[in-house]
């Protein structure tokens, strides 16, 4: 293993890896990743790679855009499937839906509103009589979290990184206000800049008390159900206002998800990994609810993992922090895989050229926390 490097990324997921693969990119190869297990074991692999621009920030659309454009140059490796993303809504929440429809055509987007009619034959399986419709995405879809990872990490190694697998570190060294490196369980690594990638488990390694970072992880759950008789004829991802249900087909199998409440952890790594009955229960109702023919559906598979949370919702991905040479990407929020690609490169170029040139990060400033 390398004894000193330019750039120390710690951290092995989606974030590590695509930060990776922007910086060899502009040209910086002296990049060493860190992993304590293998890469993409964190919560990357637990994503359900929904990749959609219906979202309430201006400023994150823009990056879901830019990274949705970036998954459509590489759909083969990153395995991208943009069978459209449909987001359905009730009276009630029909102004919110409309307000981000509404968004995203100011913003030169695609979305389309469709009236029930239009929504029953997008999707002949859909319940629509207690809808108003929703707004439709052509261009969105899902993409594999695992294969992506793969794909910036493949391409970083190739341009010169090396991407260490099985290396824990265990703290960042600093002195006199300056990056000295890493210390690992495999020995120490001098470099004058280190980023921390690792997702929940921030806290536990983020070096300055004096910078508190506002992160907290918390529980959270999705399923996968059997599909009998291989419904839905029409691929789509989907989510529901009305019932909280989220949906795409992945194999011969549905993901399904259900907003749920979040429960906060005693540590990134002690939590509750077994599924909760009464979650399954909800979830099963929620989609032979709005797909009737699906009542038949079994769940074939819990994934339990943590979301990094902000108190606004959206991450963190600034610095130099408190210290010459350190930087943060956390507190993704449940979110953070469909801006990816767009992140990796901001914080790429904040890192080479003093501040992203091709992105806006400036709402993802810890700053921002500080104003009254
Ligand atoms: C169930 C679930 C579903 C989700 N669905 C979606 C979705 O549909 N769309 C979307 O956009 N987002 C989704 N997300 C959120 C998305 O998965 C995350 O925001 C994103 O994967 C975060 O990537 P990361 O690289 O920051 O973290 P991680 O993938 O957790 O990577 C951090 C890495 O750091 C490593 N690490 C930790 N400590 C150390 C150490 N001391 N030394 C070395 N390495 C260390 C870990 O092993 C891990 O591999 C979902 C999240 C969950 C949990």
Redesign the pocket.
Known sequence: MQKTASLVI???????CSLAYHLTQLGESQVVL????AL?????A?????VQTHWTSPHEVKLIHWSRQFFAEWAEPCLFRPIGYLHTTGSEREPVVRQVHDMLLALGFESHWLGPREVKKLQPLLRVDDLVGGAYEPQSGWVD?IRTTHFFGDAARQRGAHLHEG???LQIAHRDGKVQGVETDRGFISSPRVVL?????TSQ?HPTPGVPLPLIAKR?Q?CYMTRPGGLPRTELTFYDEVTGLYTHPDGDTNLVGLDWHFEPVWGPDYYEREIDSDYLEAAHQALSHRFPSLSLARPVRG?V???DFTPDGHPIVDGPLGLEGYYV??G?S?????SSPALGLGLAEMILHGQPRTVNLDFLKLSRFDKP
């Open positions: 710690v951290g092995g997921g989606v974030m590590g860190l992993e304590r297990g993409c074991s964190g919560e990357t637990k994503s359900g790679g929904f979290p290396v824990r570190v990638a690792v997702g929940p488990w390694l959270g999705v994934v993992g943590l979301y990407a956390a993704f449940g979110a953070g895989f469909k």
